[in-house]
């Protein structure tokens, strides 16, 4: 696997240090998951439970071994510090100096060891006004913009239903690492690397942004409606919603010529993409006269006949049973020791060469600490010391 090789000692905690971690760990990356006693927090997440187990431990944490050590005790620390030793990366997701008041922040461990990388995930960051404040998934997409362009106009305020502020900075995290990691491999140079909630969700306002510096208007939640783009929404069907996805002229003419809506072509309000996006609650109404008189299983036939993209809009249960994600490798299975058999997502990204692999359920608390410590130098007296 492309990361093989690569060790890195994860204090991260529920999601966004987690996901990051994940994505390391998929692409083989050894990561040991450092916990304390009590486990990370997402481990009493739920419902649903699997035996006893989160779900949302589960499925955020594959691929990883798990080592308790109290870092509150002096002997926790000096583990993680032997340990930070020896690895390629540390991670971690406390508020702001949390890890400098316990003498393990990036200074600390770069000392002796600067080939070390050190990411640290926060809710706003390491340094500016807000460095110190608790950051939530929730308070990220409403100060990133995010809620005030989602849901309908005139809607009270809706996140983004995902956890889009947590994932989004484990991704850019991950991203970081693996940019630091190319650097490291050139120069022999560790380095620091941050990475905030607040700074990932404003990172993926990218059209919402555009909007704001090339009009001067303040965007406006859309509801399905792309923002730069018509017809580009769900439209009304007889027995439901499809998504059409017409992105260029070429497609537009296509699709009123193939279902009879010549005269929308010589509608001045529709001439084009910029007539279509100022007028698009006008022509969401027009298509609809005509998208509501089939089902949206006809609808899909005929767009995949006509060549207009079009899809259709699956609750969670449906996308796994979709051929394609399935045949994609989008669902895979693992057994745990308590959960049994379960359910993981497949990797998004494939690789010709060094493919990734799910191939470890998430660890039981502490399941790999004797094993892990052992392998690190740490001396079965040390090992038992530390459970006590």
Same mark, same amino acid.
């Given at each position: ?30 990561? $040991? @998951? /450092?916990?304390? #006693?009590? &486990? %990370?927090? =997402? ?114 305020? $809706? @996140? /983004?239903?995902? #956890?889009? &502020? %947590?994932? =989004? ?220």
């Amino acid at each position: 696997m492309p990361l093989e090789g690569m060790i890195v000692l994860d204090a991260t905690q529920v999601m966004a240090g987690p996901f990051c971690t994940l994505l390391l760990a998929d692409m083989g990356a050894e990561v $040991i @998951k /450092v916990e304390k #006693p009590a &486990g %990370d927090d =997402s481990r009493r997440i739920g419902p649903p439970f699997i035996k006893g187990e989160s779900a949302a431990y589960l499925g955020v944490n594959r691929n990883k071994k798990s080592v308790v050590l109290d870092l509150r005790t002096d002997a926790g620390k000096d583990a993680f510090k032997r340990l930070a030793a020896q690895v390629d990366v540390v991670a971690e997701n406390y508020r702001p100096g949390t890890m400098e008041r316990l003498g393990l922040g990036p200074e600390a461990l770069r000392v002796n060891h600067p080939q070390l990388i050190y990411v640290s995930i926060s809710g706003f960051g390491q340094t500016g006004p807000y460095a110190s404040r608790p950051g939530y998934d929730l308070v990220a997409q409403g100060m990133s913009g995010m809620m005030s362009v989602t849901g309908h106009p005139d809607s009270a305020p $809706i @996140k /983004v239903s995902i #956890p889009i &502020g %947590d994932l =989004s900075a484990g991704m850019f995290a991950a991203y970081g690492v693996l940019s630091a990691y190319i650097h490291r491999l050139k120069t022999g140079q560790g380095q620091i690397v941050e990475t905030s909630l607040l700074e990932s969700a404003i990172a993926l306002t990218v059209w919402e942004s555009a909007e704001l510096w090339g009009s001067g208007r303040t965007p406006e939640p859309k509801g399905s409606a792309h923002r730069m783009v018509a017809p580009y929404q769900a439209l009304v069907t007889s027995n439901g919603y499809v998504n059409f996805a017409i992105g260029n002229q070429a497609i537009w003419e296509r699709f009123c010529n193939a279902v009879g809506l010549e005269t929308l072509l010589d509608d001045p309000r529709f001439l084009s993409n910029p007539e279509r996006v100022n007028h698009h609650q006008e022509l969401a109404a027009e298509l609809e006269r005509t998208t509501i008189k089939k089902t949206s299983a006809e609808w899909l036939v005929l767009c995949q006949e006509i060549g207009v993209p079009a899809g259709p809009i699956y609750d969670m249960a449906q996308v796994y049973q979709d051929p394609h994600v399935i045949e994609r490798g989008m669902i895979q299975q693992l057994d745990h020791p308590i959960a049994g058999l379960i359910n993981h997502i497949g990797l998004p990204v494939k690789m010709s060469l060094t493919p990734g692999q799910v191939r470890m359920p998430a660890p039981t608390l502490g399941q790999h600490t004797a094993q892990v410590l052992a392998r690190f130098g740490f001396s079965s007296s040390d090992i038992a010391n530390l459970s006590n």
